[in-house]
């Protein structure tokens, strides 16, 4: 089955710890991307990445820091930095082909830090 | 003003209603654009693109007002399966693929 996987769904981690989160599509997709939802509030965006080797901030990329060193694959790194973290975090990817700009997404990853 | 907004809701309506949401968005340059359906604690899922001609599927109808910059969608014969938050999403424009979403209408079927 094609689709974009997340894990874990849970994540519990202490302040002050840099968690990973992983994000992987097998949907043969160009671009991928990272987004931030917080209860009551809509998606916003960190980072998202056209092709391997490069990516681009987004809106609140500030304690984020991502890669892209296999077009399947872009995971995202929570650092301590990041002031806010517990989130529910969704990855997604998209074709980028003329006129199909619709993103499909992944389960998400709810993480919380204490 | 925000580049995509929506009423947020709730809507509380009957099984068997007509529901429809409707949103704005400032970008008058915007190309392309969608509903997104989110259950609570799930991921967004989408609903349907939505075409300048209008498109309908099944029970569910987009319609894109460019001189207006609103798009809407009709919901007929509401079930309870129905209930869940759209999301007004818009592709602006450029080659990034990034996609903007509204907050979200959250929809409540009653029995």
């Known amino acids: 089955d094609g689709g974009i996987t997340q894990s874990p769904k849970y994540l519990f981690r202490k302040e002050g710890q840099n968690v990973t989160l992983s994000c992987e599509q097998n949907l043969n997709h160009d671009a991928m991307y990272w987004y931030r939802q917080d209860p009551g509030q809509g998606l916003r965006l960190i980072y998202y990445s056209q092709i391997v080797n490069d990516f681009q901030k987004g809106d609140i990329a500030e304690g984020y820091s991502v890669s892209r060193e296999k077009k399947e694959s872009f995971p995202l790194t929570v650092t301590s930095a990041q002031k806010n973290p517990t989130a529910f975090y969704l990855c997604a990817s998209s074709t980028l082909r003329q006129g199909s700009y619709e993103q499909y997404f992944g389960p998400g990853t709810r993480l919380t830090v204490t | 003003r925000k580049e995509v907004e929506q009423d947020p809701g709730p809507f509380n309506v009957p099984e068997g209603a007509t529901v429809a949401f409707n949103c704005t968005y400032s970008?008058?340059?915007?190309?392309?654009f969608f509903w997104y359906r989110q259950d609570c604690r799930k991921e967004p899922k989408l609903l349907m693109s939505?075409?300048?001609s209008g498109n309908e599927d099944g029970r569910f109808t987009a319609q894109l007002n460019r001189a207006s910059q609103y798009i809407s969608l009709l919901i007929r014969d509401s079930k309870l399966s129905d209930s869940a938050t759209y999301l007004c999403?818009?592709?602006?424009?450029?080659?990034?693929?990034?996609?903007?979403f509204g907050q979200g209408t959250t929809l409540q079927v009653k029995p």
């Open positions: 999403v818009v592709f602006p424009s450029g080659n990034t693929g990034k996609l903007i």
């Open positions: 970008n008058s340059a915007s190309q392309s």
């Open positions: 939505v075409y300048s």
